[in-house]
C-alpha cells in the first residue's frame, strides 16, 4: 500500500512539474497570435485522444458496459473540457496573476466535497495544511510580481477560472471510486474522446480563423509540447495519483505548480530567486506534508 502511495506522489509531482512548464510554453505560443486559445484547447483535448487510442492498441482490451462509458462522458465534460475551457477563456478575460491566485482555491474545494461526497473528515492538520499552502502559493505568486493588468472583464474572468477549479474538483471526489475499475488508458481515451466530440465543433471558427502557415517552428514545438508532456503524459501522472491518493492530497499538489513556474523563469533568467520566495516554496511543500499525514476515513 505504501509503494502505491509513493507512485501516486511522483505521479503528481511529475505532472504538476509538467503542467507548471507549459504555462510559459503555451505563452510564448500565443504571443505571435497565429494561435487562438480555442485551438490550443483542441490540440489538447484532440491530440491527446489520439495517443491515448494509439496506446490502447498496445494493450489488453477491455469491455466497458455503456452505463460506464456514459459515467466517462461526464467525467471527460468535468474534468477536461470544462476545466480547460473555462480556464483559458477566463484567464483571456481576467489578469494571469488574478487567474493564478484563484487556482489556489482548489484544494479547498475538494477538502469540502471530499467531506460532502466522500464523508472524508475535515481534521484540523487538513484545513491547516491547505491554508499554509494556500498563504505560501500566494505570496509566491504576489512576490513574482504576476497580478499585472486586470484584463478586459476580470469579475467575469474570475468567475470563470473558478468554475473551472470547482468542476475539476467535482471530478476528482465523484469519480475517486469510479476510475478503480478500469485501466488508465481505458479510462482516458473514452475521456478525451467524448470531451473532443463536444469541444472541437464548438470551436470551427477560430480553426477556419488560423494562418497555418504562419506558425513557426518553435511554436509547432510549443504545441507538441503541452499535447504530450502537459497533456498526454501529465493526464497519466494525474491519473495514477487519483488512484492511489486521497482527493485532498491529489489536490494539493495544485500549489507545485507556481514553484516550477518561478523555478522555470529563474531558471531563464526571467525573474530571481529571493528569500521570500524561499519561505514561499517552504510553506507550500510544508502544507502538502501536512495533508498528506492528515488522518483519512476508515474503511
Known sequence: MERNKLKGHIAMLGANTMWGLMSPVAKMVFASGAVFPAVMIDFRIAGAALLFWIASLFLPREHMPIGDILRLVGA????????????????S???PGEASLVTTTMPMW???????????????????????????????IVGSGSIGARGSQPAVGDLLVLCAQFSYALY???????????????????????????????????????????????????????????TFLAYI???T?????????????NYVQPVVATIGGVGLGLDKFTPVKAVAIVLIFSGVWLVTTSRARRA
Open 76 to 91: 471527460g465534460m468535468l474534468g477536461i473540457l470544462l476545466n480547460q475551457g473555462a480556464f483559458i477563456v477566463g484567464v
Open 93 to 95: 478575460l481576467t489578469s
Open 110 to 140: 475538494v477538502m469540502l466535497l471530499a467531506w460532502v461526497i466522500l464523508r472524508e473528515p475535515i481534521t484540523a492538520r487538513k484545513a491547516g495544511g491547505i491554508v499554509v499552502g494556500a498563504a505560501g502559493a500566494i505570496i509566491l
Open 172 to 230: 476528482l471526489t465523484l469519480y475517486r471510486n469510479f476510475i478503480r475499475r478500469y485501466s488508465l488508458v481505458t479510462l482516458m481515451k473514452w475521456m478525451f474522446l467524448s470531451a473532443s466530440a463536444v469541444g472541437v465543433p464548438c470551436s470551427m471558427k477560430w480553426i477556419a480563423r488560423t494562418s497555418w502557415q504562419s506558425i513557426s517552428a518553435c511554436e509547432w514545438l510549443g504545441i507538441i509540447y503541452v499535447v504530450i508532456c502537459g
Open 237 to 239: 501522472g494525474i491519473m
Open 241 to 253: 495519483g487519483q488512484k492511489n491518493l486521497r482527493p485532498t492530497v491529489v489536490g494539493m499538489y
